[in-house]
């Protein structure tokens, strides 16, 4: 397809880079010759400089031919406009980042009124995330499937849990739940691994089950599963009153630490329920002071990756704390994971996520759709949800006699709102959600599953 980038920021090239990589014609747009040269020089990906709400600078960027545009620079305005004139333009579809509070009450209507095909909110994205990791403080990660329904946990393999050295088909006979090991993670191996699959200690075990059963198969093996009492958080911006607003809705209470008093006064209205701490978040002292060791929740949300990952490793060295680290950068993971600072953030990496499952929905071509998409196990495999349709070659054929990809798991079927992890003897049906893990990259359509 082809696709026209307005905003040249850390959104807008991750998005060029993961969109170029699966085959699409992509178009970079700036104002800032700047940063146009700083994109990576193996980014296939055209370049022009220019004001994205100009019609000549959208004409020029080839919008008449455009299958989407989306808006990622630093002024919302800025992009509804951009998104605006483009469908003016053309017959393209639009997608827009809205960032301000402000419009978050609105989105339905500006989406109606504009024509915009999407609105994504990376800050509110990220504090969804964070909500969602503080409900259910055992996991590392936790990505949600069929409307809720199904969740992806991944946690990483203490020697409590005594599953050192056990295949994962006899871990499977020994539980009673309804789950299922999707992806291991050892070092820098990653597997969507076979019953045969010996696991160790200190293994980021993937599982997937609904949250009942994942809630159930934590307490078995010895795993806290109910959700934290407090936070602190230390950055006060978008994601910090967002993530503040979402907890107190889940009754937990929370202390926010911001360095500007112009700041704190405008949380102090927002969130007034909310303990308010204006001073340094990187002074060890007033943290201490203002109860780190008691926290059963800290997050760290401020505008340096550096600050967030100290005061994540000073925290696991003073409390017992969840910790929450939010990263911005996605280029040092590797690194970062071999860092004992609980579950990390990329506000970027979740944006482009909604957005590419966007795009593969509209480039599907038999009636299933991608539902859901996240890049899991360091951006080398994806958790993939399509929605059944239409009868197809992969439909009421037992997933045994399918023959599917190597490298890749059928881990749950939701049908009629039931979820079930397949056997050997089930079968996809029209009408099923269906969720896929792999290391395959690119897969637009339920029947990319099979080998041709």
């Keep these: 397809m082809n696709i026209i980038i307005i905003g040249c920021g850390k959104v807008g090239i991750t998005l060029a880079e993961f969109l170029s990589a699966e085959n699409h014609d992509v178009v970079l747009v700036d104002e800032s010759s700047q940063k146009l040269a700083r994109i990576p020089e193996d980014l296939d990906a055209l370049r022009i400089c220019g004001n994205g709400a100009s019609i000549n600078t959208q004409l ?11 808006a990622v620079t630093g002024s919302d305005e800025l992009n509804l406009l951009c998104c605006l004139i483009a469908k003016k333009a053309s017959s393209c579809h639009t997608i827009a980042r809205v960032r301000n509070p402000i419009y978050n009450k609105e989105l339905d209507f500006i989406k109606v009124k504009l024509g915009i095909s999407m609105i994504i909110n990376p800050e509110l994205t990220a504090a969804t995330e964070i909500s969602r990791l503080l409900r259910f403080p055992s996991a590392i990660k936790i990505d949600t499937f069929a409307k809720g329904r199904v969740e992806l946990l ?3 393999i203490r020697p409590e849990f005594k599953l050192h050295e056990q295949p994962i088909n006899q871990v499977s006979s020994l539980i ?3 789950i299922l090991i999707a992806a291991v993670e050892r070092g820098s191996m990653i597997a969507i691994p076979d019953g045969n699959f010996i696991l160790r200690d200190n293994d980021l075990l993937s599982i997937i089950a609904s949250p009942k059963d994942a809630a159930a198969f934590f307490k078995h093996i010895g795993l806290q599963t109910h959700q934290v009492k407090n936070a602190m958080i230390v950055g006060g911006g978008k994601i910090g009153y967002y ?7 889940m009754n937990i209470d929370v202390r ?3 360095s500007d008093r112009d700041r704190c006064e405008q949380l102090s209205l927002l969130l007034p329920d909310a303990t308010i701490i204006c001073g340094d978040g990187t002074d060890k002292q007033l943290l201490l ?5 008691e926290a059963q929740a800290f997050v760290t949300l401020t505008n340096l990756d550096e600050e967030n990952i100290l005061l994540s490793l000073f925290a696991q060295a003073n409390s017992r704390a969840k910790l929450v680290t939010k990263v911005t950068k996605i280029a040092f993971t590797e690194i970062i994971n071999n860092l004992d600072i609980g579950s990390v953030i990329y506000p970027k990496q979740l944006t482009a996520d909604y957005i590419l499952q966007y795009v593969r929905a509209m480039s599907n071509s038999i009636g299933s759709n991608v539902e859901t998409l996240y890049q899991i196990l360091d951006n080398r495999a994806e958790a993939l949800e399509f929605a059944v349709r239409e009868r197809s070659e992969v439909t009421d054929i037992p997933l045994s006699q399918l023959p599917l990809k190597s490298d890749l798991l059928i881990c749950c079927i939701n049908r009629n709102s039931r979820i079930r992890i397949p056997r050997g003897q089930d079968s996809i049906q029209v009408g099923d959600t269906v969720i896929i893990v792999t290391t395959r990259k690119g897969l637009g359509d339920i029947s990319d599953i099979l080998r041709k």
């Design 60 to 70: 020029e960027a080839g919008i008449a031919d455009a299958d989407i545009l989306i």
């Design 154 to 156: 991944k946690f990483r």
């Design 176 to 178: 009673d739940h309804n």
């Design 243 to 249: 993530t503040a607003h979402l907890l107190q809705e």
């Design 256 to 258: 926010i630490v911001e």
């Design 289 to 293: 002071e203002e109860g780190l060791v």
